[in-house]
């Protein structure tokens, strides 16, 4: 099913939501279902996928979502290939959905305040450097947690410190491995995030 541009205002000017993403892109794909049920009031515009051959731009495809492939290895060359990216799409927010580098100063200064990072933990606990992926849940797990979660942050120059706009939590189960407390987690990102973007696109207008 494709995706057709929803007028979300009286004035006909429809939001435009880009994302970037580096793995399986499962929270792209629940962002691409939102606005697919009108849950996101507004318009997939683009994908910027962080490497070939990845999940999400096989979401992107199947949806029929414009994606541009990241190459670069050095921070101007990704800087350049961002502002390029959100120059074409102009959109009103960027949301990171599993993407792996850190966004380069320059581009979190011209677009202050409009990207968004989803992370697999109760920032401030289990962020920055080093804590993705299953990192973040075996560290969870060895300091004996009863809890974790997911959060939705505003991105700054750091990793996983910009403020934070809205968390889940998720009790650590008896028995748990980083494994079974990644999926569970997951399935909630799955929920928090559509939700935090449509209430952060609703709040724009
Ligand atoms: C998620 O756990 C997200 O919190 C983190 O990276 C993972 C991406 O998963 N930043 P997916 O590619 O959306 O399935």
Same mark, same amino acid.
């Given at each position: 099913m494709?995706? +057709?541009? %929803?007028?979300?205002s009286?004035?006909?000017?429809?939001?435009?939501? /880009? #994302?970037? =993403?580096?793995?399986s892109?499962?929270?792209?794909?629940?962002?691409?279902?939102?606005?697919?049920?009108?849950?996101?009031?507004?318009?997939?515009?683009?994908?910027?996928?962080?490497?070939?051959?990845?999940?999400?731009?096989?979401?992107?495809?199947?949806?029929?979502?414009?994606?541009?492939?990241?190459?670069?290895?050095?921070?101007?060359?990704?800087?350049?290939?961002l502002?390029?990216?959100?120059?074409?799409?102009?959109?009103? +927010?960027? %949301?990171?959905?599993?993407?792996?580098?850190k966004?380069?100063?320059? /581009? #979190?200064? =011209?677009?202050?305040?409009?990207?968004?990072?989803?992370?697999?933990s109760?920032l401030?606990?289990?962020?920055?450097?080093?804590?993705?992926?299953?990192?973040v849940?075996?560290?969870?797990?060895?300091?004996?947690?009863?809890?974790?979660?997911?959060?939705?942050?505003y991105?700054?120059?750091k990793?996983?410190?910009g403020d934070i706009?809205?968390q889940?939590?998720?009790?650590?189960?008896?028995?748990?491995?980083?494994?079974?407390?990644?999926?569970?987690?997951?399935?909630e990102?799955?929920?928090?995030?559509?939700? /935090?973007?449509?209430?952060?696109?609703?709040?724009?207008s």
């Open positions: 494709s995706l +057709l541009p %929803v007028d979300t009286q004035t006909g000017v429809v939001k435009k939501i /880009v #994302v970037l =993403a580096s793995g892109g499962s929270n792209f794909q629940s962002i691409i279902e939102s606005v697919q049920s009108g849950r996101i009031k507004a318009n997939v515009a683009g994908l910027v996928a962080g490497k070939p051959g990845i999940g999400a731009i096989e979401h992107a495809e199947k949806a029929g979502i414009p994606f541009t492939i990241l190459d670069a290895s050095t921070t101007e060359e990704l800087s350049s290939q502002h390029k990216a959100f120059n074409r799409w102009q959109p009103n +927010l960027i %949301v990171l959905a599993g993407f792996l580098r966004i380069p100063d320059d /581009v #979190v200064k =011209a677009w202050e305040g409009t990207i968004i990072n989803i992370h697999p109760l401030p606990k289990y962020g920055g450097k080093g804590f993705y992926g299953i990192h849940h075996k560290a969870v797990l060895e300091a004996g947690e009863t809890e974790s979660g997911c959060s939705v942050h991105v700054n120059e990793y996983d410190d706009i809205r889940t939590t998720v009790p650590v189960h008896p028995g748990e491995t980083p494994d079974t407390l990644a999926k569970r987690i997951l399935a990102e799955h929920k928090l995030l559509p939700a /935090v973007i449509s209430e952060l696109l609703n709040r724009q």
